[in-house]
Nanobody, 122 residues
């Protein structure tokens, strides 16, 4: 079993910064990819940033140049540095990871964090 635990959300004024963290723990053989999603009230959940292990980072257009995803593989942790925040960034942010649990399971499974609220005031 794998758990993802997020931290770092909160209330910030427009133009401010926040850093989200997400730690994966449990039965982890290999992390194939990590990423962040968000869901604003009344909207569908959208991909914010994705970082496949050994691959290229992708960002949704609305956050390019402002948000940065990074990982610390030794700690099974990913981060989302959010700068120049805007009110439209207000949402519940979820971390996601595709994790291969053991050498006997060749396919990874998707896991989700519990979500953390980010509120940007104007």
């Amino acid at each position: 079993q794998v758990q993802l635990v997020e931290s770092g959300g909160g209330l910030v004024q427009a133009g401010g910064s926040l850093r989200l963290s997400c730690v994966a723990s449990g039965s982890i053989f290999r992390i194939n990819a990590m990423g962040w999603y968000r869901q604003a009230p009344g909207k569908q959940r959208e991909l914010v940033a994705n970082l496949p292990t050994g691959g290229r980072t992708t960002y949704v257009d609305s956050v390019k140049g402002r948000f940065t995803i990074s990982t610390d593989s030794a700690k099974n942790t990913q981060y989302l540095q959010m700068n120049s925040l805007k009110p439209e960034d207000t949402a519940v942010y979820y971390c996601n990871a595709n994790i291969r649990e053991s050498v006997w399971r060749p396919l990874g499974r998707d896991y989700w964090g519990q979500g953390t609220q980010v509120t940007v005031s104007s």
